[in-house]
């Protein structure tokens, strides 16, 4: 799998079955515990399926985190998309998501028996706290890569009150931030390359 | 009477997928708002517990829309709402995502990368804003977000150590009569 391949060579032939699409999907979906997904993702396609080379893989993963949606699914299903069309996207999806979604159910039904013991609504309680703060963790860690430029951090804090403090429609604040902040963006990185 | 809460849910999801930049906890903001606040699907205390659930459980944070489904109306509620979070942003990948990665080096593509960022950053304060203000914590728990923050933001610690901890701590607190 080591040979050179152009940018074009995406379509190259890989004889992936379904089946075998599924497994890997399936394999990685139950391994999705925690992070690093993309480092699961690429042992499993790249290193030892050999069905992407390493530039296919982050070129595809470039992708996955730009657009919308959760990274390690788009990664799956661009991935199946790839290497099987439409129908391998949509079995990468259903492969990676259905192990958590099982295991989040049960959770559910578990928290519905459970819920009537002030024991189980303390335990919540306590995971709700560590739930906000790796999520504001998250939060600080992603502002950081902003470095304290005016314009982007100004961006963000209003994007901040407009959703979470005026609660305004999200969907219409996204839909009206994003333009506004890729052509503030494209802008000063012109300006900057002009000296 | 659950079918058209289910029909409200599904309704929601779909535009939320599409504007999911940066996955599952740009969202949560309006979830709350909308389930709790305007569609009544779920009340206050019941957002929260579902929130950390799906922080705690594997998987990425967006399946919190199978437990509002599944709260609502039951295993098809799970199975729809989880569809419609994942099905809308997939299928614009898969339009997009080949345009994208053919022009990803030209000025736009890179100033949208960029410019992406900021929008991502301000949502994720936004949720966490909405969920600390609906949770209503108590001294010892806001002390307990304090520690755990401070915690993964200056050791390479992953949140699950962290639940594990906490959870038992809770627990045995609670048993002890104490929380």
């Known amino acids: 799998m080591d040979k050179p391949v152009g ?48 530039d296919e893989f982050l070129k595809t993963l470039t992708v996955a985190q730009i657009m919308p949606g959760a990274n390690p699914v788009n990664l799956a299903v661009y991935v199946g998309l790839k290497l099987r069309g439409v129908a391998g996207a ?4 259903f ?16 928290y519905q028996q459970l819920k009537s013991h002030p024991e189980a609504q303390a335990v919540l309680r306590g995971l709700a706290c560590v739930g906000i ?15 304290g430029h005016a314009v982007p951090v100004l961006m963000a804090v209003s994007v901040f009150l407009m959703v979470g403090v005026m609660r305004w429609s999200l969907v219409a604040v996204v ?19 002009r000296g | 009477m659950g079918d058209d809460k289910l029909l409200n849910l599904i309704l929601l ?12 906890q740009t969202i949560v903001a309006s979830l709350q708002h909308q389930t709790v606040d305007v569609l009544h699907l779920l009340s206050g205390p019941q957002f929260t517990d579902l929130y950390a659930i799906s922080r705690a459980a594997p998987g990425p944070g967006t399946l919190i829309v199978a437990l509002i489904g599944w709260e609502v109306s039951g295993l098809w509620g799970a199975v729809l709402s989880t569809l419609a979070i994942f099905i809308p942003s997939s299928i614009l990948l898969c339009i997009l995502g080949s345009y994208w990665q053919r022009h990803r080096h030209s000025a736009w593509a890179i100033a949208a990368e960029k410019g992406l960022a900021p929008v991502a ?20 728990e806001l002390a307990t977000s304090l520690g ?25 607190l609670s048993f002890a009569g104490m929380a």
């Open chain 1, 7 to 54: 940018d074009i060579d995406m379509e190259r032939e890989v004889n992936v079955t379904s089946l075998a699409l599924l497994a890997s999907f399936l394999r990685l979906g139950a391994s999705s515990f925690g992070g690093g997904m993309a480092g699961w993702t690429h042992r499993e396609i790249v290193e030892r399926r050999g069905w992407l080379t390493d």
């Open chain 2, 13 to 24: 999801c779909i535009p939320l997928s599409l504007v999911s930049i940066g996955g599952g």
């Open chain 2, 121 to 140: 950053v301000g949502l994720i304060f936004a949720g966490v804003f909405a969920v600390g203000q609906s949770a209503r914590f108590t001294p010892l």
């Open chain 1, 133 to 147: 703060a790796s999520s504001l963790t998250m939060g600080i860690k992603t502002a950081r890569r902003l470095k």
């Open chain 1, 90 to 93: 949509c079995i990468a999806l």
């Open chain 1, 175 to 193: 839909v009206g931030a994003i333009p506004v902040s890729v052509a503030a963006t494209f802008w000063i990185e012109r300006e900057k390359s």
């Open chain 1, 95 to 110: 492969g990676m998501v259905l192990p958590a979604f099982a295991v989040i159910l049960a959770m559910s039904v578990t």
């Open chain 2, 148 to 172: 755990a923050i401070a915690v993964l933001l200056t050791t390479k610690a992953g949140p699950y150590p962290l639940l594990a901890v906490v959870g038992v701590g809770y627990f045995l």
